[in-house]
């Protein structure tokens, strides 16, 4: 096949790549994860204008001096066909410019350096889950804006495989 042939299919799939950051997540976000055999029961986001007050450690001493510019939050719950139910935060933690972007990945990537705090599970009548970053993935998307997700377990069995699997899944999901 062709060039023309491969883009012609990758067109019809609906994947689109962008950037260095991969690729696009389709228009309805919710087919991410139906197209994983998973069901979105419930969703609550929160706009922020900055991130010092949502954040801790290292990562919140960082944001001190590079702050964002904007903080978008996202807690959802999906579930399986087997009733297993896991909860997923998403965090975009935008920034002026690409280096101060990449350097709060850097530090953001690396467990035990604090966080982006998740939104309260009261927000999906669940009760909070303790985020442990074990399942835990980013990415640099939009040049300037990083994209951080973390699952856990509320029911049923997901292995920390497939949390790690959810996590980098999540990354993808548009930003609200």
Known sequence: MGSGGVIAAAAVAGVVAF?????????????????????????ATR?????????????????KVAPCVALDRMLLTVTDDRGSTAVV????????DRDRAREFKRVEDIHGTGDITPLP?????????PFTAHNYDSD?????TVVIAEAENVAGGFTAGYLDDLA????????P
């Open 19 to 43: 950037g260095a950051g991969g690729l696009a997540a389709p228009a309805d976000p919710d087919e991410l994860w139906r197209d994983e055999g998973l069901r979105v029961v419930d969703r």
């Open 47 to 63: 706009e922020d204008a900055e991130c010092v007050s949502h954040s801790f450690g290292r990562v919140q001493e960082l944001l």
């Open 89 to 96: 935060f998403l965090a975009w933690v935008e920034f002026a």
């Open 121 to 129: 599970g009261s927000l999906l009548r669940i009760a909070d889950v």
């Open 140 to 144: 640099l998307v939009d040049g300037a």
């Open 168 to 175: 980098a899944l999540a990354v993808r999901t548009p930003r």
